[in-house]
């Protein structure tokens, strides 16, 4: 069964909108952390946020945010004032508590392209 | 930047060739996980050391093996090489086991099999 799931191939933007990418998960495990990693076309892997299972509120940093509904189990990226530099891969990730469950497990990826 | 060395950047081989992948973490990492991304599989998580000993083992082939060293730096190996193993393969570390800790991706090695 698919664990994380990106229902968005590829998002056209507007330069200095907000864009949201979607992202759900599936765990039984109490205890997981959600991840999101932006892969420009020179290939790395950039960390841009974190959110905890037991985090009471959303996770912020700078520009991006997470949108986490718990119930609904989806981690939402929002990116606030889209710019040029956004434009490259967005990839949802889970962590899960269980020991011996070590590894990130990723979604398919998001393109986004940013418009001038 | 994310501290996290991967070398060579690229590798051009031949089928049935053997290839060494190396990763140095970030400074105070314990922990070190390789991942292979392909067009077809995504991102597959591969192998996982700490501090030395093998903790988790993902859809990593048989001709593929890996170790971490006692300065922890980390080797993947990749052996008998066929055309689907192309692809970029990644290190990542991290400080420890919890699950809230960042996992803290190297460059990739992209790994062309001819």
């Known amino acids: 069964a698919q664990k994380i799931t990106q229902t968005q191939p590829g998002m056209f933007v507007q330069e200095k909108e907000a864009v949201t990418l979607d992202c759900t998960y599936d765990?039984?495990?109490?205890?997981?952390?959600l991840f999101w990693y932006k892969q420009p076309s020179s290939g790395e892997m950039i960390f841009l946020i974190y959110?905890?299972?037991?985090?009471?509120q959303n996770a912020t940093e700078g520009r991006y945010s997470l949108n986490f509904q718990k119930a609904r189990k989806s981690a939402n990226l929002v990116i606030s004032a889209s710019q040029l530099g956004d434009s490259a891969m967005y990839f949802c990730a889970m962590r899960e508590g269980s020991q011996g469950a070590q590894k990130l497990v990723f979604g398919q990826g998001t393109r986004l392209t940013i418009n001038p | 930047d994310s501290g996290v060395t991967q070398t060579p950047k690229h590798l051009i081989t031949a089928t049935g060739q053997r290839v060494t992948l190396r990763c140095s973490p970030r400074s105070g990492d314990l922990s070190v996980y390789w991942y292979q991304q392909s067009l077809d599989q995504g991102l597959q998580f591969l192998i996982q050391?700490?501090?030395?000993?093998?903790?988790a083992k993902g859809n990593i082939l048989e001709r593929f093996s890996a170790q971490q060293f006692p300065d922890l730096h980390s080797e993947l190996n990749l052996s008998s090489l066929e055309l689907g193993d192309s692809a970029l393969y990644f290190c990542?570390?991290?400080?420890?086991?919890?699950?809230?800790?960042?996992?803290?991706f190297g460059p990739g090695t992209r790994l062309l099999v001819l």
């Open positions: 050391y700490y501090n030395g000993e093998e903790r």
């Open positions: 959110q905890g299972s037991y985090d009471q």
């Open positions: 765990t039984s495990d109490p205890s997981y952390g």
């Open positions: 990542a570390s991290s400080v420890s086991l919890a699950v809230q800790e960042t996992q803290y």
